[in-house]
């Protein structure tokens, strides 16, 4: 369920840009791009007022499909494929998969094929076709980060768990018994507990 909608949100952002710079909206790239920059601003103090301390962005759903909006604008107001800012999007493939489901990096692939490939006949095909083929040689990549990344995240979380087990049960133990040398051990695995948190936290 996850995978779907995070796979819906980019594919969501990716048609809105398709449908702008293909029809008659596309003279009016700007003044959308600039309403999309003015809303996410707005939603961003609004939440801030709300929630103060949080952070600005925790990679929610719709602050992935602002994001992904305003950039894939941003590039084809500035020349498209053959925008300086074409690079933003390597950006965007790897830091993606640390947002969502690494499994999602081929979706956003799959959307920006679809957006430039109307635009690939404009300007050096070759020079359009070699960005392109990098971003699909760089997603396998991306992909391979996102699933360590994930496996890392998921080992940390599971020592967290268990260490904060032990050390719960060692403080039931402690209260349970009267014997110094029992007390002593039960201290020490909890001490050894406590070094093996503070060592995963590290990682």
């Known amino acids: 369920m996850r995978f779907f909608t995070q796979s819906s949100t980019l594919l ?16 009016y790239m700007i003044p959308i791009l600039g309403f999309v920059i003015a809303f996410s601003v707005i939603l961003i103090v609004i939440r801030q007022r709300g929630n103060y301390g949080e952070d600005l962005f925790v990679g929610s759903n719709k602050e ?11 590039i084809f107001v500035t020349g498209g494929l053959s925008s300086n ?41 070759i020079s ?12 396998p990549i991306s992909y391979f980060f996102g699933r360590e990344f994930q496996r890392r995240e ?4 599971e020592i967290e768990d268990k260490t904060g087990q032990i050390i719960e049960d060692a403080e039931t133990l402690k209260s ?28």
């Open 154 to 157: 998921k080992l940390s979380s």
């Open 176 to 203: 349970h018994t009267q014997n110094e040398e029992a007390i002593d051990e039960i201290e020490d695995i909890a001490e050894k507990a406590q070094e093996l948190r503070r060592e995963a936290e590290k990682e």
């Open 85 to 125: 800012l074409f690079f933003l999007l390597y950006f965007l493939l790897f830091g993606i998969v640390f947002l969502f489901e690494p499994q999602t990096v081929f979706i956003l692939l799959l959307g920006i094929g679809v957006v430039f490939f109307q635009s690939l006949g404009e300007g050096d095909l």
């Open 128 to 139: 359009n076709l070699i960005k392109l083929g990098s971003l699909a040689l760089l997603s």
């Open 12 to 27: 969501l952002a990716s048609a809105i840009v398709l449908i702008i710079v293909s029809t008659p909206l596309s003279s």
């Open 64 to 74: 992935v499909f602002v994001l992904t909006l305003a950039l894939l604008l941003t």
